[in-house]
Nanobody, 126 residues
Framework: QVQLVESGGGLVQAGDSLRLSCAAS????????MGWFRQGPGKEREFVAA???????????DSVKGRFTISRDNAKNAKNTLYLQMNSLKSEDTGVYYC????????????????WGQGTQVTVSS
């Protein structure tokens, strides 16, 4: 059974940085496209970032381009972890961030993920 467990959320000030992690289990990590979605207060859930199965390509929402980076550790001795580095945070980045996985390997396939984590709260105060 696929499990995605996010961590690293918290309360920060505008302009700060934060790194989210997602520990994946129950899947052959290197074979899945991975990514992040978020849902702000009173907003619909939206795509944030995605990375292909071997990390060769990434895809970002326009609202986070140049501020967020996504990476993954596929090494055999790694803990199957996905990361989201968030810099220059803004109040509009506030929300619950969800780790997602797609059975298709490409970054843009993650726009329709197959698996979701429970989410981690990020709050950016202005």
């Amino acid at each position: 059974q696929v499990q995605l467990v996010e961590s690293g959320g918290g309360l920060v000030q505008a302009g700060d940085s934060l790194r989210l992690s997602c520990a994946a289990s129950g899947l052959t990590f290197g074979g899945y496209g991975m990514g992040w979605f978020r849902q702000g207060p009173g907003k619909e859930r939206e795509f944030v970032a995605a990375i292909s199965w071997i990390g060769g390509s990434t895809y970002f929402a326009d609202s986070v381009k140049g501020r967020f980076t996504i990476s993954r550790d596929n090494a055999k001795n790694a803990k199957n972890t996905l990361y989201l580095q968030m810099n220059s945070l803004k109040s509009e980045d506030t929300g619950v961030y969800y780790c997602v996985a797609s059975e298709a390997p490409n970054a843009k396939d993650v726009l329709s993920p197959d698996y979701w984590g429970q989410g981690t709260q990020v709050t950016v105060s202005s």
